[in-house]
């Protein structure tokens, strides 16, 4: 399975991804955080990007790839090796 971050998410929906990334994508399973989402409609919040959360073509686009929910757990795995409170 393949996570996206929010980078190439954006290059993914705007048609903006390389040969080469639109190679390695295709035929994979494709996983996002759910931070992503967040980024995304904060990015289109902000004029940044000009996506439709409620549009047709990205809720299909959601239907056809897992969303992890970020928990601590993950959290302290990914930014924090070791780390105790």
């Known amino acids: 399975m393949l996570n996206l971050d929010t980078h190439m998410v954006v290059h993914f929906l705007t048609g903006d991804c390389t040969d080469r990334e639109h190679e390695m994508i295709a035929g994979q399973e494709i996983a996002i955080s759910d931070m992503v989402l967040w980024e995304?409609?904060?990015?289109?919040?902000?004029?940044r990007l000009k996506i439709?959360?409620?549009?047709?073509?990205?809720?299909?686009?959601?239907?056809?790839?897992?969303?992890?929910?970020?928990?601590?757990?993950?959290?302290?795995?990914?930014?924090?090796?070791g780390f105790q409170f």
């Open 40 to 47: 995304l409609a904060k990015l289109a919040e902000c004029g």
């Open 52 to 81: 439709d959360l409620d549009s047709g073509e990205f809720l299909e686009f959601l239907r056809e790839m897992t969303v992890f929910p970020v928990n601590l757990e993950i959290a302290i795995a990914k930014h924090a090796p």
